[in-house]
């Protein structure tokens, strides 16, 4: 390679990085799901990075040693130290990949069961420096079969964790009975009709089948939109009814609902801006996850891809072309304890679509634009 060669590839981005949340209450089984992934040849180039709990290294001794690409995190929660174990362990695997100490060609990250994995997201899709060397391939939930309805109406983290996951993973269905599991299915469906779900009790989750799943296609090297958005999925849900059933104030996940607004006409760029930034600073602690495909006016032969949880948003991507010959605009939400008229109204207000008429007084009560109890922009 001549010196204009190395010249042009030092200043050439490197290619994002695929990493995959793997996360899921205690006692869920994702040591043990580790475990057998970590003797997948699909993972022989991958470092993980664990999490601990607490000053002794226990949970250490259940997962199996990988060499050099291995990173312990000692310190606790993830979610009290990503600004620092969590930054640096990523931060020294980029270096040492950089210096040629390791090679590996992508991330898989175990969260402690207490961990709300918002924030986690949060870092992977918005810290400026890893937010160009890592790409969100996807978020993986264990769910304990026997023990899962407890846990989702005892633990609002843990209904966030399934909210927030691409796949689903429920473990331990040889231990439950067909009418738990069964249950649980439901209320898994309920709160995130689009994600996968796989039992790992009948060798369902390989990692064939967890990982890839995000915005692109690995072995086509184009983003495969429809599979990643599954928009039609959140419309067959709502129009079966899913979120309709009795309210039950344990049930953590009766204040969840999932929806999908499209757009045919173009949208210009300015009033998408203005749309993500008022929902984003009005109601973001209530938008558990939110991702798209836009149709701008600016743009009308290379659509743009948005992706937000909670409070912080992906910086756009732009695609080189449409995936097909759909070119609505198309955004996926799973909100809790906001309804879907309130933000659909907000869309269509952006719009200039024209609202039906109500009394003023119902309209504050009932659906309101000023948040419940004031704005949890702060959030």
């Known amino acids: 390679m001549s010196d204009a060669d190395r010249s042009a590839a030092r200043r050439t981005p490197p290619v ?36 601990e709990f607490g000053e002794v290294s226990l949970d250490h001794l259940l997962v199996d040693y990988i060499g050099d690409n291995m990173v312990v995190l000692q310190s606790g929660c993830l979610c009290c130290t990503l600004r620092g174990d969590l930054v640096d362990g990523l931060e020294k695997l980029l270096l040492d990949l950089d210096n040629g100490r390791v090679k590996f060609s992508r991330v898989l990250l175990e969260t402690t069961g207490l961990a709300d994995p918002a924030p986690v997201l949060h870092t992977a899709m918005a810290h400026p420096y890893l937010v160009k060397r890592f790409r969100l391939d996807g978020v993986v939930t264990v769910v304990d079969a026997v ?9 609002p983290e843990a209904v966030k964790q399934a909210a927030v996951a691409d796949r689903l993973v ?18 898994l469906r309920h709160i995130n009709p689009a994600a996968g779900v796989l039992d790992a009790a009948k060798g369902e989750a390989t990692a064939e089948r967890l990982l890839n799943c995000g915005l692109y296609d690995p072995a086509r090297k184009i983003p495969d939109v429809s599979k990643w958005l599954a928009a039609e999925v959140y419309a067959d849900a709502h129009s079966h009814g899913h979120h309709h059933h009795h309210h039950d104030v344990n049930r953590h996940d009766d204040h969840i609902v999932s929806f999908v607004l499209t757009a045919d006409k173009p949208i210009p760029a300015s009033t998408l801006d203005m749309f993500l930034e008022l929902l984003r600073a009005t109601y973001g602690a209530r938008l558990l996850r939110m991702k798209g495909i836009v149709h701008v006016s600016e743009m009308p032969d290379t659509p743009i891809v948005v992706h937000g949880v909670q409070h912080v948003f992906h910086p756009t991507a732009q695609l080189e072309r449409w995936p097909d010959d759909d070119r609505r605009t198309r955004l996926v939400f799973i909100t809790k304890d906001l ?12 719009l200039g679509a024209a609202a039906p008429d109500r009394p003023d007084r119902a309209a504050l009560t009932d659906n309101p634009l000023v948040p419940f109890g004031g704005s949890d922009s702060r959030a």
Not at 31 to 49: E, F, M, S, Y
Not at 343 to 349: I, N, W
Request: proline residues 7%; without cysteine.
């Open 16 to 51: 994002p990085i695929p990493l995959t949340l793997l996360t899921g209450f205690l006692g869920a089984g994702k040591t043990t799901l580790l475990n057998r992934l970590l003797k997948d040849p699909a993972l022989a180039d991958t470092a993980v990075i664990i999490n």
């Open 147 to 155: 023990n899962g309805e407890a846990t989702l109406d005892a633990h």
């Open 170 to 187: 429920v473990s331990k269905t040889d231990l439950a009975g067909p009418d738990i599991s069964a249950r649980l299915l439901e209320r």
């Open 339 to 350: 309804p879907e008229r309130t933000v659909r109204e907000l869309f269509e207000a952006f």
